[in-house]
């Protein structure tokens, strides 16, 4: 009982605390194209994963939130590299293999996620169509992906799936 009262605790401290606008950006992609936020904006819900080539909860998260985008035609999911820009050749090498469906953007200097408060990846942001954070996760284990998705279809005006 008491890890459901913290828990409850956290999650309304991150509601609150990321009930802001995105920071503006703007992002390369796979071949060097500039992503700004506002292109993302308009279409339905937007889902930022910030993730680096090292981390396996980051890799093993991917599976999950490709499966959202494909799911969703109005869900926009962009997964922001943050390895240096040594290292981004092994990260773009990695996402062209698999062949996902997101967007893959990249902030080797950091600069929106030092914007945001992000330290460690995996850190999951969901946002409205206007830009406003309404929910952020640190972490990565199976099972989020499900609390994920109905933040997505709240957002969407879809009912709650059962679990």
Same mark, same amino acid.
Request: overall charge negative; aromatic content about 10%.
């Given at each position: ?51 680096? %080539?090292?981390? !396996?909860?980051?890799?093993? +998260?991917?599976? /999950? $939130? ?8 109005? #869900? ?6 943050? %390895?240096?820009? !040594?290292?981004?050749?092994? +990260?773009?090498? /990695? $996402? ?8 893959? #953007? ?58």
């Amino acid at each position: 009982m008491k890890h459901i009262a913290i828990l409850l605790v956290l999650l309304l401290l991150s509601a609150i605390a990321f009930a802001d606008a995105m920071p503006d950006f703007k992002l390369p992609d796979l071949n060097g194209k500039n992503v700004t936020l506002q292109s993302l904006l308009g279409k339905g819900p937007v889902l930022i994963d910030f993730w680096a %080539d090292y981390c !396996k909860p980051c890799k093993d +998260a991917m599976p /999950y $939130l490709n499966a959202l985008a494909e799911k969703y035609d109005t #869900l926009t999911v962009v997964m922001v590299s943050i %390895d240096a820009p !040594k290292n981004q050749s092994k +990260a773009k090498t /990695y $996402l062209k293999s698999k062949n996902y469906q997101f967007l893959a #953007l990249f902030d080797g200097e950091k600069s929106l996620a030092k914007k945001l408060g992000v330290d460690n990846p995996p850190h999951t942001f969901i946002m409205d169509s206007k830009g406003e954070v309404v929910f952020s996760h640190l972490g990565f284990t199976p099972g989020v992906e499900h609390e994920y998705e109905q933040q997505i279809r709240q957002l969407l005006g879809l009912p709650c799936e059962a679990e």
